[in-house]
């Protein structure tokens, strides 16, 4: 078992340009979506109407392989591959069935409700470890 996280959904007209093709902002967009999920199935806790602290994208790097095209059902995946005191770093993917479509990292960081850097909290903390260790159990 791996710590993998998979989403999926279909591409509309609303994500592609003129020519059908996914416009390069929208997999951000798609990640986004995906570590939306991936924390909502964390069990962590209401997030969302809580006000201790936020996440914010510190960094984020992309690497585009193949366009994503209208109509398409993707699906993006999020995989926890490192974690720090006040940050975490995923993994996502996009793929069409098999074929990878795009690759990226992102970085995510902990603030707390007066916008500093903060520890991350416990319950999240705890989750990412244990799927970090469900990869290291699966390689």
């Not at 209401?46 to 914010?56: E, I, L, T």
Request: hydrophobic share 40%; with cysteine.
């Amino acid at each position: 078992m791996s710590n993998r996280f998979e989403f999926n959904f279909r591409v509309y007209l609303e994500d592609t340009d003129a020519g059908g093709i996914v416009y390069h902002s929208n997999h951000i967009r798609f990640m986004e979506r995906t570590r939306t999920e991936w924390l909502r199935a964390s069990g962590t806790g209401d997030y969302w109407n809580q006000g201790q602290y936020h996440f914010v994208v510190h960094k984020i790097a992309l690497k585009y392989l193949r366009p994503i095209l209208m109509d398409d059902f993707i699906t993006v995946t999020a995989r926890v591959i490192s974690c720090k005191t006040t940050s975490f770093i995923l993994q996502q993917e996009i793929y069409r069935g098999e074929i990878l479509l795009a690759s990226g990292e992102v970085e995510l960081a902990c603030l707390s409700k007066e916008m500093r850097l903060r520890r991350l909290p416990e319950e999240l903390k705890a989750f990412i470890h244990r799927e970090m260790e469900l990869e290291s159990k699966a390689n």
